[in-house]
């Protein structure tokens, strides 16, 4: 009976571990979905993107009080979750504290740790007034109705309790030290929970363990349900936020990429000594698809993009499509993505392994026509992105779909073509007229 509690406690972890595996290898079988392509250039300045933006959140203090407010979240969930470590080792081998010989130098990270909870609760606590009561506007979007809003609560509301069961599991260890309880040593320094533990002064010593045993369990158990529902939450992007800024675009972000098949065409037109009209060699590659309808059109690395959107509308407010009334929100494009794609994963989840046709697509069931055709192609969204997302390449490859495949562009944009292929210029003059500008 002694070691029931490490036995559970070992049992509980194996299945969180296994559940987070899991979920893992879904998400890759969902980004796999989309187009393998080969990122092998500029190691040494994608790292440094990766250190630079992932890590040291430079483009999230662009804006200093959500930047500001966000590194304390971020640095002070991610060093106190170090003392997880302490947790699993104590939990599996049923000692208390195994750290405690390190002396000085473990009262001194534990006394960090509480202070960066306090401020991790600050934080959350103001995040959530800017959310509800203050109501930013980018936090209230249509897109953002419904489980979006739900989802960003519900992440702040675990992260606060998960920070007050930390200080209330402290404040019970230093009340049961001060009392000289078994198991509890000497150990640790506590700037914030001996406030705490000031309250728990009446309890007894039955009473005392209980509580800290309840917060421990408590404290574990919740990491490990949130480490789970990372895939479900736009907090993914805690995880993916490393990969995703490594695979950034480095290019100039006006510089839009080429259809290999198109480039191939316009070289052949170029080519004096071609013969335009000599039939296809019969082991030349069928044309490919030109641009996206759906989510397996895209490439791996903007299916990763969706996953890593943390719905944070900076990219929404800084769209100038956006601002002046207009439908398109760089943040929905990406969260309908997202959404075509675990839709198209539950669809290969009931298969087999296999998609079956279900008569949706990303381009028309999630993302219409009057949203594609709104964007400037400013770049002002993957400026704004603080993980290095590019709505901008998805909402082009659809254009070049609705373009190349179905005809489907704007009559001002067919007439635009069309008086450049017939007249050499955008403008519906005759060719012999086109440079008469110049003269005035």
């Known amino acids: 009976m002694d070691y029931l509690p490490n036995i559970l406690f070992t049992i509980i972890l194996l299945a969180g571990i296994a559940f987070f595996v899991k979920n893992v290898r879904r998400l890759s079988r969902n980004i796999k979905v989309g187009k393998s392509i080969s990122i092998t250039d500029n190691k040494s300045e994608r790292l440094k993107n990766m250190a630079r933006i992932a890590i040291g959140q430079s483009k999230m203090v662009v804006r200093p009080v959500a930047g500001i407010l966000h590194i304390l979240v971020y640095v002070g969930f991610i060093i106190i979750n170090i003392e997880v470590l302490e947790i699993i080792i104590d939990g599996i081998f049923g000692t208390h504290r195994i750290f405690a010989p390190l002396g000085m130098a473990y009262d001194l990270l534990i006394g960090?740790?509480?202070?960066?909870?306090?401020?991790?609760?600050?934080?959350?606590?103001?995040?959530?007034?800017?959310?509800?009561?203050?109501?930013?506007?980018?936090?209230?979007?249509?897109?953002?109705?419904?489980?979006?809003?739900?989802?960003?609560?519900?992440?702040?509301?675990?992260?606060?309790?998960?920070?007050?069961?930390?200080?209330?599991?402290?404040?019970?260890?230093?009340?049961?030290?001060?009392?000289?309880?078994?198991?509890?040593?000497?150990?640790?320094?506590?700037?914030?929970?001996?406030?705490?533990?000031?309250?728990?002064?009446?309890?007894?010593?039955?009473?005392?363990?209980?509580?800290?045993?309840?917060?421990?369990?408590?404290?574990?158990?919740?990491?490990?349900?949130f480490?789970?529902?990372?895939?479900?939450?736009?907090?993914?992007?805690?995880?993916?936020?490393?990969?995703?800024?490594?695979?950034?675009?480095?290019?100039?972000?006006?510089?839009?990429?080429?259809?290999?098949?198109?480039?191939?065409?316009?070289?052949?037109?170029?080519?004096?000594?071609?013969?335009?009209f000599a039939a296809p060699a019969e082991d030349a590659p069928v044309p490919e698809k030109f641009g996206a309808s759906d989510v397996m059109d895209l490439t791996r690395i903007q299916l990763l993009n969706a996953y890593t959107c943390t719905e944070c509308g900076r990219c929404t407010s800084e769209c100038p499509a956006n601002i002046t009334g207009k439908k398109l929100s760089p943040r929905k494009i990406m969260m309908d993505t997202r959404d075509r794609l675990e839709e198209v994963g539950k669809n290969m989840e009931a298969n087999k392994g296999e998609f079956v046709a279900d008569g949706k697509q990303l381009l028309?069931?999630?993302?219409?026509?009057?949203?594609?055709?709104?964007?400037?192609?400013?770049?002002?969204?993957?400026?704004?992105?603080?993980?290095?997302?590019?709505?901008?390449?998805?909402?082009?490859d659809m254009r070049q779909y609705l373009v190349m495949e179905q005809s489907a562009a704007p009559m001002d944009l067919n007439n635009m073509m069309g008086n450049i292929e017939n007249n050499g210029a955008p403008w519906p003059f005759n060719q012999m007229d086109r440079l008469n500008w110049a003269n005035e």
């Open 227 to 276: 480490l789970n529902y990372l895939y479900y939450s736009k907090h993914l992007h805690i995880l993916l936020a490393f990969p995703n800024t490594y695979y950034g675009k480095l290019k100039p972000k006006g510089q839009l990429e080429n259809l290999e098949a198109v480039t191939k065409e316009v070289r052949l037109m170029m080519d004096p000594s071609a013969d335009p």
């Open 112 to 225: 960090a740790f509480e202070i960066l909870a306090l401020l991790v609760i600050v934080a959350v606590v103001l995040f959530w007034l800017r959310r509800n009561i203050i109501r930013l506007k980018r936090f209230i979007k249509p897109e953002m109705k419904g489980w979006p809003k739900q989802d960003g609560n519900l992440i702040l509301y675990i992260e606060l309790v998960l920070m007050l069961l930390f200080l209330t599991m402290n404040g019970a260890d230093y009340q049961l030290q001060q009392m000289g309880a078994e198991h509890y040593t000497q150990a640790g320094m506590f700037p914030v929970s001996q406030f705490i533990s000031g309250m728990l002064g009446d309890m007894s010593t039955a009473s005392l363990i209980v509580l800290e045993r309840i917060a421990w369990w408590l404290h574990i158990v919740g990491i490990l349900f």
């Open 364 to 396: 028309g069931d999630y993302i219409s026509h009057e949203e594609l055709w709104a964007c400037t192609s400013c770049n002002a969204c993957t400026e704004a992105c603080p993980v290095s997302i590019d709505p901008l390449s998805i909402i082009m």
